[in-house]
């Protein structure tokens, strides 16, 4: 009996020994020295200029709030030489329009030829109140206002000397990860005891029913150290697109301005911040419950509403500094990988069709009666008819899927409007300690609506709005946390 119990004991001690090496050289591995850039860099365009967002042409005469972009550049070498690089470039418009995320890598590739530009992450905050860069979906004035191309070649070359002078200023640093919380996102899908649903509904109704969805009051937060630990930049997760203040025809950055100036006050006018709006499609800071209420706190503190969210956000932000700064790691490991998937397109359908073109054919004859500018629906609804055409042919709706390990947390994009519950599924499953989903990455893609917003229908669920439905988004959920958990293994 004491023969057995001794070959056991022996038996186990050499497996965790044995554990423990492999550990220890995995460990060696992965780790590795992290440099670290950071930059910003002013967008504001020259006024006049027209603005995306809404339905209708606006021209800004004024601007409020400047727009800005920003950038982290990471790269880490380990023992073997062996490089692995990150370019984070977040910025203050609207979406990343077709054809900007290839315009940029193309252009950097030319001032620096040793940045992989398939690294590059770029997204947008989804501010209203940002310069339009596509004219083909506005009816502009050709002159007396910045033209979008004018504003596509000027975001490039500041775009370009930004993350140019990361690149060459990176050095040693470090990072950490907290998290906090702030309400700052409201479901602004209303749904009604019929079951129909409608984005922005009053819910002062006796067939108010309820919010639609879930919110994610979450704030994920990565900060960057340089090698005395002094923080040079964060990078703020919120899943809540920025658009408190979209309907006004100024230039704006929204609440984003508010939380880089709250921060930049405490940690100085240097820190740069990347602004990542997480899945959010459903989501506004627009008051959707109690707010008489709200607004009275908001009045009586002698703030507005875009100060109450900006401080919200940067009281969580320091939650989460209170933990980070004591846990700096300047051995991350860091593992970045980048590939296109293909999600199934929501097919139109011959009912739906139908509703396009009689839409169509009535803003004509509206347009036609008035004058009225209705050029952004004429195309919302023809989108739809066109796509009819093609979907036999064109099957699939194709993206490029970012997925990186950084230490413990994760990061992971998409190009739409992703309704919050994919995103909450994606960190649920996750087997990384944080994980950031960062939204409207790339080229974006539209809304991506739940099978319950389908049945709820409206804006942002209809087939007007979505390139891809339900069925995709389980796909790209799937395919999300696939990527991560090959990444860490399984818990």
Not at 59 to 83: C, H, R, W, Y
Not at 85 to 94: E, G, K, N, P, T
Not at 426 to 443: W, Y
Request: charged share 25%; hydrophobic share 40%.
């Amino acid at each position: 009996m004491q023969v057995n119990f001794t070959m056991h004991f022996y038996t186990l001690t050499r497996t965790i020994f044995t554990i423990l090496i492999i550990l220890t050289v995995f460990i060696s591995r992965s780790s590795a020295e992290l440099l670290i850039g950071q930059s910003t860099t002013n967008i504001t365009p020259d006024l006049p200029v027209a603005l995306s967002g809404q339905m209708h042409t606006r021209i800004a005469k004024k601007i409020e709030t400047p727009v800005t972009a920003s950038v982290v550049v990471l790269e880490s070498k380990d023992s073997n030489g062996k490089s692995e690089q990150a370019i984070l470039v977040s910025c203050d418009l609207v979406a990343i329009r077709e054809g900007i995320l290839d315009g940029f890598r193309a252009k950097l590739k030319e001032v620096e030829p040793d940045i992989d530009g398939s690294k590059i992450i770029i997204n947008a905050t989804h501010t209203h109140t940002a310069p339009v860069m596509d004219g083909r979906r506005y009816s502009i004035p050709k002159t007396g206002v910045t033209q979008p191309l004018d504003y596509r070649e000027f975001l490039y070359e500041r775009l370009v000397k930004m993350t140019s002078e990361a690149w060459k200023n990176r050095k040693p640093g470090g990072v950490s990860w907290g998290l906090g919380h702030a309400v700052v996102a409201h479901n602004r899908r209303i749904v009604y005891t019929d079951g129909h649903a409608q984005m922005y509904g009053k819910t002062a109704l006796p067939s108010f029913k309820k919010l639609e969805g879930a919110e994610d009051h979450g704030v994920e937060v990565l900060f960057f150290f340089d090698a005395n630990k002094k923080l040079i930049a964060a990078a703020v997760n919120v899943a809540c697109p920025g658009q408190e203040v979209e309907s006004r025809s100024a230039v704006n950055a929204d609440y984003w301005h508010d939380v880089r100036e709250q921060l930049k006050k405490k940690h100085g006018k240097d820190l740069v911040v990347l602004s990542w709006v997480g899945a959010a499609g459903d989501q506004s800071p627009h008051l959707m419950l109690r707010k008489a209420a709200e607004n009275r706190m908001v009045i009586a503190s002698k703030r507005t509403r875009l100060q109450e969210i900006g401080r919200r956000i940067a009281r969580a932000v320091d939650d989460a500094w209170l933990v980070a700064k004591n846990d700096v790691h300047f051995d991350a490991p860091m593992i970045h990988t980048v590939r296109d998937i293909n999600l199934p397109v929501r097919k139109v359908t011959k009912q739906e069709l139908a509703v396009a073109k009689k839409a169509v054919t009535g803003l004509k004859a509206s347009h036609e009666k008035t004058g009225k500018d209705v050029h952004r629906r004429l195309l919302w609804h023809q989108r739809t008819i066109d796509r009819f055409a093609k979907q036999n042919n064109e099957p699939y709706y194709s993206m490029e899927l970012h997925v990186m390990r950084l230490g413990d947390v994760a990061l992971v994009t998409n190009p739409f409007e992703l309704f919050t519950e994919y995103g909450l599924r994606m960190k649920s499953r996750s087997n990384a300690l944080q994980t950031f989903v960062i939204q409207l990455s790339g080229s974006s893609g539209a809304y991506l609506p739940t099978d319950d917003a389908v049945r709820g229908g409206s804006y942002s669920a209809i087939v007007n709005s979505n390139f891809v439905g339900p069925e995709g988004g389980d796909i790209l959920t799937d395919e999300t946390v696939k990527g991560i958990n090959s990444l860490w293994g399984e818990k």
